[in-house]
């Protein structure tokens, strides 16, 4: 299978950067501002300034952390919530905005202090330090194997729920369905580069003209209601089952004679977009609405982008180590906040006994790895 290579320049350091201290007084100012229209009620205005904050925290994160990583930990935790309730919502309590805004000043204004007084420029600037024509070709190749490794064991999972489905056993055949499913949502981000495959795999209702009563709706949510909601295991879901199985055959086959060329770009972009899904359909519960296994898919995307990062790795740690270590630390935190939901036999809990808090807990961790993520690309010079 072809691959994409480009010959790589070497390592950039993107501008010169300001001083550490120049840099955390500017956003200081921007912090101070929002305080003050706030308290004038103006909240549009305070807005368009916390933004000017917001838009460089990920800029300067890397400094603070350095600096006090526990300051780094309670800001960061209470940018997350001033992105929601503040920046991102349109019934803003000011008297519960204002002393969030005025506790993130400070705490920048206690980094600031332990910041020694330098007109240096930043010893952490961020770099782009692009892969060379070989760790293109190895980071494609290990990508490209996991990817088939994984098309062939869904497709052995498909076929292991088809049986499960034929003996009647509700039970088994639920099982069968979690075990499919997570080997699906590992590799969710390789049917979305084949639509018709996306589709027909992983449709949902409303994707379809009739809805549940399409006779073209087919894949994997079909056989889930059956299963779940209906409770009817039968000859007409053994029928969905063969077509299921076929078109996972029919994909693994279509990945193997495209051509696709699994780049790092599509990698990176891939792993990313699962953690994407994590928070527009899983964390919302309504990808698998009628077993409510969402924790399960939820489990499997975090893993599938995380080994996929993994391939990656050392080459972000080589351009930018601070990095590596807030993204690892993030996959860990949501990893940890996952696991009391799972049984000792690594079943999850049905989502619907999830309250809306906890939720929103989970879904304030996924959107901090997601935003670090995003510095992924960059920091290897792929363009997505």
Not at 198 to 220: C, S
Not at 252 to 273: D, N, R, W, Y
Not at 353 to 362: E, G, H, S
């Amino acid at each position: 299978m072809p691959v994409n290579v480009v010959k790589a320049p070497p390592t950039i350091l993107l501008k010169e950067e300001p001083s550490d201290l120049t840099t955390l007084k500017a956003l200081e100012v921007n912090l101070s501002t929002t305080i003050g229209l706030l308290e004038k009620n103006q909240i549009d205005e305070a807005k368009i300034a916390f933004k000017k904050f917001d838009n460089r925290w990920f800029d300067i994160l890397v400094i603070v952390r350095v600096y006090s990583k526990d300051a780094f930990h309670q800001m960061d935790s209470n940018v997350s919530l001033l992105e929601r309730k503040f920046l991102r919502s349109n019934a803003v309590s000011i008297s519960e905005i204002l002393p969030m805004v005025k506790q993130l000043d400070q705490d920048l204004i206690d980094v600031i202090k332990l910041v020694p007084n330098s007109n240096s420029p930043s010893q952490f600037s961020r770099k782009v330090q692009p892969l060379t024509v070989e760790e293109v070709e190895l980071t494609s190749s290990k990508v490209r194997e996991h990817l088939f490794n994984k098309t062939e064991l869904l497709v052995q999972k498909g076929l292991a729920l088809r049986d499960a489905i034929k003996t009647r056993d509700i039970k088994k055949t639920q099982l069968a369905y979690e075990q499919a499913r997570f080997e699906f949502e590992e590799i969710e981000f390789l049917a979305e580069a084949f639509k018709d495959y996306d589709i027909a795999l992983d449709g949902r209702p409303e994707q379809m003209v009739k809805g549940e009563l399409d006779p073209n709706w087919t894949g994997f949510h079909t056989l889930e209601k059956a299963i779940y909601q209906d409770g009817r295991l039968d000859d007409r879901l053994d029928t969905l089952a063969d077509s299921l199985v076929q078109d996972l055959k029919n994909f693994q086959s279509e990945l193997e004679v495209s051509g696709l060329m699994i780049t790092p770009s599509l990698a990176i972009t891939g792993a990313a977009s699962l953690i994407e899904e994590i928070l527009s359909n899983k964390i919302t519960g309504e990808e698998e609405r009628y077993s409510h296994t969402d924790l399960n898919d939820f489990k499997a995307n975090l893993e599938g982008s995380l080994f996929v990062y993994s391939i990656f790795r050392s080459y972000v740690g080589r351009a930018n180590p601070e990095l590596d270590t807030l993204i690892m630390e993030r996959f860990s935190i949501v990893q940890n906040d996952i696991n009391p939901f799972f049984s000792a036999d690594n079943r999850a809990l049905n989502y619907s006994q999830v309250n809306a808090a906890t939720r929103k807990q989970l879904a304030q961790k996924v959107e901090g790895l997601a935003d670090v993520f995003s510095q992924v690309p960059g920091t290897l010079g792929l363009k997505t």
